[in-house]
């Protein structure tokens, strides 16, 4: 199963937001922001992490 991160993407535009702020905002890595913005896989664990 694919995952999209389109709609994420489009909110950061349309809420002016840098992916580093919602990094820090979310507790994750760049890194993993740099993965979702091309369509990479990340893992749940990865995501879960930040919670």
Known sequence: MTVSYKRLL????????????????????????SKMSKGENVTTDVLEKSV
């Open 10 to 33: 489009k909110l950061l535009i349309d809420k002016d937001t840098k992916k580093k702020d919602l990094a820090a905002a979310a507790g994750i890595s760049t890194f993993t922001i």
